[in-house]
């Protein structure tokens, strides 16, 4: 059962005690007669009280999940209170005194006065169950303990005028608590708080309504007080009529209370109207700022509130792109006016406004604005951490001028609004940087594949290749070609730069490589035409380092070229050389200087001789201090394994690399290519 | 991440720039920037300091070569000098010193500007 289920519900018991009340009530009045006995008199009051406490109730607990306007609530009491006086007239037109009717008329009377009382009771305790609403409403402390009091003497008054009725004495007892209820009236009367929420529109009805519900109350509780309908109502219960004259009285006082209250805020009503439009104004873009992430969208929706909240006929948002103002959105202006009036006020200056301007009607004939019909623009600086990123700008077109109080509203707002745009931006850069990440996915998934799957296999030599690929895509590149039977072509390329460009650069040589390869044999020829080719594709930034080698697969005999790569670390029965024969790198010379420098290496390979290719990525790899694995590091691992297996060399190396770098990110891409002669070994036979 | 900082001073017409830290992809756009600036102001005979130049990454090796062919070809140049082993082998093994002037101290490369000019005449 939810909380609605659960209040109609109880609601549901509550009508069904009420019904049960009414009919012992009507049994009661039928059969006796109150003058007749103290008894009959206690019993009476008791019943009519419990009636009215608890048709009170009902109507307190509907009212408290139904008065989101005071207005209609107050209404109903007028009409309510129109139904009171209009039995009240209806009693005092009677020719006869009730004492004499009551007399005369027996059962037939008594049921239709008690229809009719029942009908009052109603009335007045809906009248007193709004009088409680308002009484709470919109209350930050709980105060229900002085209403609860004055209810005690209301009671205590209603019996103590049963007990005058009953005696006609001690009146001063009756008077007494008289005195003490209206006191404690007056002094609940004073919760009118709610009157301060309402909008102007909304009090000037308010103050409407409160004159005649004044005087209503004032009638009906003179009614109350003088008349045939209260001796009418003084005959059916006695405590009954003096709560009703107390709750009319209480009912002329507060509406006084309304009446001049709400004078009083009638002045600050507007000044207090902007403000709850602007928290509401800024609510709504707080709301916005978690839920669209939309640039444009939410642009749109601050000019549009930017309107509402400085009562400004046009707006419209500027972000600076290039030192320049852009126009973002607009609301109620279009964007050829947005963009003359912007180049106006902005454009003529260098320098971009950081403070808050108002432009009034003469500055804008100065600008030469003025023909679009703006009487004043105010332009707020949209700003996050210091730096101006756009600005926000209103224009009026009617009545005054912006104020200081419009320059408060406006700037709170465009701070806000400054906030919001930023985060839709930040969150549009880190839609931005996933998409790149995936996209680097994407190069290092390329770049993967444009490397050889398997290392070939050739007679009479052994290889390896290892190539880890940095977080950002590196540009390594190796790659194996059979140029001819028993003539195998072998490149180590790296591309400077990292990332996405590289990774396309890498792909490009492999291109130049393949076709080279397949048109020239000696390894000058091919890099000084892969140097022509590259230069015409390449940026003036970028270059690439490359060492081309060929084996004769019979002889052993090898021809090497290096541009600008690594050095090749030739092993020979422990002893290494470091070879760097002559060459600049691809890309760094376009001309003649490139063909002078490179030098070609021949020589021929003994059984067991061990060659190793790398990138830089392998003697740049860095330690937390910073410090290179460098040359001699790497020529130590090969001189204290080149007796084993290559396989087993390149385990080491990459192992010793790893361990030496394991607290530093690796920066660039690692490979590894190493190259064993073995002559007439058992599985060139196979082969 | 490491530092990097370029200091621009005059030694007579040439303009002499001390490089400190690391040069790599990072810190290169302020190298970048010093050299968009010098030809900006029309000076083209730039020596490079390398003295407290600690790292090049080959984004570094890229900022001579996009700027040197302008220095050239406004009669200037970029001539390196100053230069720690470290660094000088990188620079070595790309082969720039077939396409750069390297000179152990800054003054004998200011010197070659300086004769140049006078030759010129």
């Known amino acids: 059962m939810n909380k609605v289920e659960q209040l109609f519900w109880d609601l549901g018991k509550k009508i069904e005690n009420i019904i049960i009340m009414v009919v012992v009530l009507f049994i009661f009045k039928v059969l006796f007669n109150i003058e007749n006995s103290i008894v009959y008199l206690i019993v009476n009051e008791i019943i009519v009280l419990l009636t009215f406490g608890i048709i009170t109730v009902y109507f307190t607990d509907l009212l408290k999940y139904k008065i989101t306007s005071p207005i209609s609530v107050i209404i109903n009491t007028g009409i309510f209170n129109a139904i009171i006086f209009f039995f009240g007239s209806l009693a005092t037109k009677m020719p006869d005194s009730p004492l004499e009717l009551h007399a005369n008329k027996g059962i037939f009377y008594e049921f239709i006065t008690t229809v009719i009382t029942l009908v009052v009771i109603f009335a007045v305790a809906y009248i007193f169950a709004v009088l409680r609403s308002l009484f709470s409403l919109w209350q930050k402390k709980d105060n229900s303990v002085m209403f609860n009091i004055m209810i005690y003497f209301i009671m205590a008054s209603a019996f103590s005028a049963t007990l005058y009725h009953y005696t006609s004495n001690y009146d001063y007892i009756k008077n007494a608590f008289l005195v003490v209820s209206i006191i404690l009236v007056m002094i609940n009367s004073i919760r009118v708080a709610w009157i301060a929420f309402l909008t102007k529109k909304q009090k000037l009805s308010i103050l409407a309504l409160s004159v005649i519900m004044l005087i209503i109350f004032i009638i009906n509780a003179t009614l109350s007080f003088d008349s045939n309908a209260a001796e009418e109502l003084q005959l059916f219960s006695p405590a009954l009529l003096t709560c009703v004259q107390l709750i009319m009285i209480y009912g002329g006082i507060y509406f006084g209370f309304v009446f001049f209250t709400t004078l009083f805020h009638l002045p600050t009503a507007e000044a207090f109207d902007r403000k709850s439009q602007e928290l509401s104004s800024m609510m709504d873009l707080n709301s916005l700022m978690t839920q669209v992430f939309d640039f444009k969208e939410l642009a749109e929706t601050i000019t549009t509130i930017t309107n509402k909240v400085c009562n400004s006929d046009s707006s419209w948002l500027l972000t600076i792109n290039d030192k320049k103002p852009v126009l973002n959105a607009s609301a109620n202006i279009s964007i050829e006016e947005a963009n003359i009036i912007t180049k106006l006020l902005l454009g003529s200056e260098n320098e971009h406004p950081t403070e808050f301007i108002i432009f009034e009607e003469d500055d804008l004939s100065k600008y030469s604005v003025n023909y679009i019909n703006f009487r004043s623009i105010a332009i707020a600086p949209l700003g996050v951490q210091g730096k101006i990123n756009g600005y926000l700008v209103a224009g009026r077109k009617e009545g005054l001028s912006f104020d200081e109080d419009d320059k408060k509203a406006i700037t709170s707002f465009g701070d806000y609004a400054a906030i919001s745009l930023e985060n839709a931006k930040l969150f549009k850069e880190s839609l931005e940087k996933e998409r790149m990440e995936k996209e680097l996915d994407l190069a290092r998934e390329v770049q993967y594949k444009l490397l050889p799957i398997k290392t070939p296999k050739f007679n009479n030599i052994e290889i390896v290749a290892t190539f880890i690929p940095a977080f950002e895509v590196g540009g390594d590149y190796y790659d194996f070609f059979k140029i001819k039977e028993n003539l195998m072509g072998f490149i180590v390329a790296d591309v400077s730069g990292k990332g996405i460009s590289s990774a396309f650069i890498m792909a490009e040589i492999k291109g130049v490589f393949q076709s080279l390869s397949g048109l020239l044999i000696k390894p000058y020829d091919i890099l000084c035409k892969a140097n022509e080719i590259l230069c015409s594709s390449l940026d003036k930034k970028s270059f690439i380092t490359a060492t081309y080698g060929i084996i004769e697969l019979d002889t052993g005999k090898i021809t090497v070229a290096r541009a600008g790569h690594t050095p090749i670390l030739y092993c020979n029965k422990q002893k290494i050389d470091v070879l760097t024969p002559k060459g600049i790198g691809l890309g760094l010379d376009c001309g003649e200087k490139f063909r002078k420098n490179l030098k070609e290496l021949e020589f021929y390979l003994k059984n067991d001789d061990i060659l190793v290719l790398f990138s830089d990525g392998i003697t740049e790899s860095k330690n937390d201090t910073l410090e290179d694995f460098g040359m001699n590091r790497l020529t130590d691992v090969i001189r204290a394994n080149c007796d084993k297996q290559i396989e087993v060399i390149a385990n080491k190396i990459m192992s010793e690399v790893s361990m030496f770098s394991q607290d530093y990110r690796q920066h660039d891409d690692i490979t590894l290519v190493i190259f064993k002669w073995n002559f007439n070994n058992k599985s060139s036979e196979i082969n | ?121």
């Open chain 2, 1 to 121: 991440m490491a530092e990097f900082n370029v200091n621009v001073r005059e030694s007579g017409k040439v303009k002499v720039l001390d490089l400190h830290g690391y040069l790599d992809a990072h810190t290169a756009p302020e190298l970048e920037a010093a050299f968009t600036k010098l030809i900006d102001n029309n000076s083209y005979q730039v020596v490079v300091n390398f003295n407290s130049l600690n790292y090049i990454s080959s984004a570094g090796l890229g900022v001579f070569m996009a700027y040197v062919e302008t220095m050239r070809d406004n009669k200037g140049d970029i001539k390196f000098a100053n230069m720690k082993e470290g660094v000088y082998n990188i620079f070595d093994l790309l082969g720039f010193p077939a396409l750069y002037d390297f000179y152990p101290e800054e003054e004998e490369a200011v010197k070659k500007f300086d004769s140049s000019d006078n030759s010129e005449k």
